[in-house]
């Protein structure tokens, strides 16, 4: 076998593209358009399944085009999955909180974040669009490494339930603070997840987004958690060893 391993690559912000050790493409909140983004990264090729936190647009702008263009099936919660499907997704997989979805070996399971979720319409009219409850997930690939995806959150006591049920070994997490958890709430998290492993994510794109890797890091590697600061655009393994 060439490569058994889950493979990452940050597209910036929360946009997130996995390629599983069985070859899977799996993209997370789409938003290519994000200041972060290289512009060689932009086309983001063939993906299987998409997976949607919430419904702001930093995290769901690109779904439509990206389904559309790929044929993947996209994943979301009930109201986020209606309304892409009159944006003209046609395979859309709709689950909630509580709930795991199996697609070719990859489990998928949606667990509580604390956010809000919505989307501003503004075509014809302005309006607000509700869309559920903003969600995380917990992706278990083929090789058995489970990675949890928080979405934007705040910090809340039942990460600790997350750990318990489905023991993830590599966190991704939002620091940049206004909109998440800044660098010492996502600081708790790593304690209340019990990872080894965490890659920041929802920071620098903005100059709003004001949480830094430098101040997370100081907080938890002491603790002898390494943190992974991603460049954009940039492939990297992720070995279960690591975790
Ligand atoms: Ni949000
Ligand atoms: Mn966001």
């Known amino acids: ?31 290519l358009n994000n200041p972060s983004c290289p512009a060689a990264s932009k086309d983001v090729g063939h993906i299987d399944l998409v997976l949607i936190t ?20 996209v994943i979301g919660n009930f109201e986020v999955c209606q309304w892409l499907g009159r944006q003209g997704v046609e395979k859309v997989s709709p689950m ?24 501003i319409e503004q075509k ?20 058995g490494l489970s990675v949890y995806c928080a979405g ?38 790593v304690d209340l997840l019990g990872v080894r492993q965490v890659m920041p994510i929802h920071y620098g794109t903005f100059p709003a987004l004001t949480g830094t890797v430098g101040e997370f890091r100081s907080l938890v590697e002491p603790k002898g958690v390494r943190v992974v600061e991603l460049t954009p655009g940039a492939r990297q393994e992720i070995h279960a060893a690591d975790a």
């Open 1 to 31: 076998m060439a490569d058994a391993s889950l493979a990452v690559t940050w597209l910036g912000h929360a946009t997130i593209l996995f390629e599983s050790p069985k070859g899977r493409r799996v993209l997370i909140d789409p938003w």
């Open 152 to 189: 934007d959150t705040a910090l809340f006591g039942d990460m600790a339930l997350i750990r318990e049920l489905y023991a993830p070994t590599v966190a991704f997490l939002p620091i940049g603070d206004l909109f998440t958890m800044g660098p010492q709430a996502a600081a708790r998290a």
């Open 54 to 73: 919430h419904g702001h647009s930093d995290h769901i702008e690109d779904a439509p085009a990206v389904a559309k263009n790929t044929g993947a099936t």
């Open 124 to 143: 014809m009219h302005w309006r607000i669009v509700y869309l559920g409850e903003a969600a995380g997930y917990v992706v278990r690939f083929e090789n």
């Open 96 to 119: 909630n909180k509580g709930g795991s979805q199996d697609h070719d070996g990859i489990r998928i399971s949606m667990v509580h974040a604390v956010h809000s979720s919505s989307y």
